[in-house]
């Protein structure tokens, strides 16, 4: 509460409203353009979000224990769900998807998809998938910056995913 002239004024805390208006296009390629990288951006989320939590569980795990046996056998275990899980799916994206994902990886965790490489394989197959994707036109020590990607941070709040890692 607040005095204000005499009067106690209660405080009352309210969501965050966001506000937009309706995007309109120069050309009808425009628009084109922009539902195919809504379409990607929606299609790769799921396995973003997932990346993403099943990440925080590997590292609140790995804090449980010292012993660096168990960690890397914790480690192995987190990579065959991962692979069981995904990896017809992942393995059929687009190359624009397979760029979006690293960089909505990025932005779940915090940590560009080289450095989560490095920490769960190794410095050299970290470089050795790097110099992969590098042939392919990806690279995955790209971050992801909302202030570069607002049409990838737009499709993210409008479709009501907006937190970061």
Known sequence: MTELNGEFVPWVLLPDANIRDFRLFKTPEDRAAYNRL?????????????????????QRDLATTSDKHQQKEMMKACEKEIKDLFNKQIKNLTITQGEILIKLVQRETG???????????????????????????????????????????????????????
């Open 38 to 58: 809504r379409y990607n951006v929606l299609k790769v989320l799921p396995y973003a979000q997932f990346a993403g939590n099943r990440y925080r569980q590997l």
């Open 111 to 165: 940590n560009t998809s080289f450095e989560l490489l490095k920490q769960m394989k190794g410095g050299f197959k970290a470089f050795m998938f790097q110099s992969a994707a590098r042939m392919f036109g990806h690279d995955l020590k790209e971050t992801y910056d909302p202030e570069q990607e607002k049409d990838i941070q737009a499709i993210l709040v409008s479709a009501g995913y907006s937190s970061y890692y």
